[in-house]
């Protein structure tokens, strides 16, 4: 049975639905920070909106107060799930290293018998240029590709990230290229949520003041539940709102989280910052990036790579292959098969000369050469030092002085033949 891409996903991402929604490997965190919002919002439209709707003249204006509450909140939680729910740019990973990369640098390897093997070299960074100048990229080992500029490796989703901001455990997901407006959308409109439940709040003490003509403190004990969104929303600005002021610095800036804290004492120059404006204008204004992954795609079956051709040699050689083979191999013989086919005839003929007993007088190559055309003479045999592991002791092959006159010797035995042969 076929699998589809987020069955066999290698992250630690959680699908749902049949891989529609993604979310990190921390969802639950995400139910926490919905009651984080509907709670107080649900607490303030029963205790707070409702006791305003006669409040403002004309007699039905209050009910604003209790709509914008809710659509509001409707609004943050989209966001959050528009934030959490999707690819936030992952790059897919490699099923092997990139290949044009590699660098092989030749070695001796005693194990080997002796013979030279290819020894992998593989850059760990290399240089890109971002806007003219020139940026380090690094090699991820995980996912096994080079790293785009402003990409990481998120060690909990174990996922390289476009544009990698950081991981926001509150909405359990990466932030990245592709939902990094959302993300910050979300952070202001649930400032702009804590500031209109505080403000209605503190109006809501204030309508009670002015109707029972007392204090502060009167009206505080008269609806506890204010005093609490107050106390709430006053604590949760500091955080949220904190954070909107933290991100537009960096959007004016054209920096993200991880860029801002790690290279901030590198006085490094920012090479992708275009201006406020325009840097405003790329994270708002620009049409996001569709995935690079479709997780609802079929697996496709993973072609097997060749094997190198040194391993293919060293086990032909543990299994003991053609002898004459090998000691070609060995020599280098650079002819071509007819000038191979053709020594190996005179070879054969001298074996024949032998086994009758022949011995004639010296002549020379031409008597040879005779039979054979000028084009397909016997080839010249190089006296090198040749490393082998088959069949030798020493692993050394050398042409000796007599293996030369060996040769001789069937140049001289054919020639005998061919004088006898003519005067029959």
């Not at 909106?49 to 107060?65: E, V, W």
């Not at 020139?134 to 402003?150: E, G, Q, S």
């Not at 959007?251 to 910052?273: K, M, P, S």
Request: proline letters at 5%; aromatic letters at 10%; charged letters at 20%.
């Amino acid at each position: 049975m076929e699998k589809r891409v987020y069955e066999v996903w290698k992250g630690s991402n959680k699908f749902i639905l049949g891989g529609r929604l993604i979310f990190g490997p921390d969802a639950k965190s995400l139910l926490v920070t919905i009651l984080l919002i509907t709670v107080p919002v649900i607490i303030f439209c029963v205790f707070v909106a409702r006791h305003l709707r006669h409040a403002f003249s004309p007699y039905n204006a209050g009910y604003a107060i209790l709509a914008v509450a809710i659509v509001f909140t409707i609004y943050v939680l989209i966001l959050l799930f528009l934030t959490s729910a999707r690819d936030p740019g992952i790059i897919p990973r490699n099923s092997h290293p990139p290949e044009e990369e590699f660098r092989y640098e030749s070695s001796v390897s005693a194990e080997a018998g002796g013979r030279q093997t290819p020894g992998l070299q593989f850059p760990r960074t290399k240089e890109v240029m971002v806007n003219g100048i020139p940026v380090r990229v690094k090699y991820c080992d995980t996912c096994m590709l080079y790293r785009p500029p402003r990409c990481s490796h998120c060690s909990i989703c174990n996922n390289c990230v476009e544009r990698f901001d950081h991981h926001c455990p509150w909405v359990g997901q990466c932030i990245g290229l592709r939902n990094y407006r959302y993300f910050f959308m979300f952070v202001s409109s649930a400032t702009l949520l804590c500031i209109y439940v505080f403000s209605m709040s503190a109006v809501y003490i204030k309508v009670l003041m002015d109707d029972h003509r007392g204090t502060v403190w009167k009206a505080m004990q008269e609806s506890p539940p204010s005093v609490i969104l107050m106390a709430y929303c006053f604590i949760a600005l500091w955080f949220v709102g904190g954070l909107t002021g933290f991100h537009l610095y960096l959007i004016a800036t054209n920096q993200t989280t991880y860029e801002n804290f790690r290279f901030r004492a590198d006085n490094r120059v920012n090479v992708y910052n275009l201006g406020c404006v325009s840097n405003f204008l790329e994270v708002f204004c620009t049409t996001v990036k569709p995935s690079k992954n479709n997780f609802r795609a079929f697996v496709r079956e993973a072609v097997p790579r060749p094997t190198l051709p040194s391993t293919q040699g060293a086990e032909a050689e543990d299994l003991g292959g053609d002898p004459r083979s090998k000691v070609e191999d060995d020599l280098d013989i650079g002819e071509d098969l007819l000038k191979i086919s053709q020594r190996r005839n005179i070879e054969e003929i001298d074996e024949d000369i032998r086994s009758r007993g022949s011995n004639g007088p010296a002549h020379t190559a031409l008597d040879v050469d005779s039979i054979l055309d000028s084009d397909h003479r016997a080839p010249t045999i190089r006296s090198e030092t040749r490393h082998s592991s088959w069949g030798r002791r020493s692993g050394s092959w050398e042409i000796a002085a007599d293996d030369v006159l060996a040769n001789s010797r069937v140049t001289e035995s054919r020639g005998h033949v061919t004088e006898k042969e003519g005067r029959q």
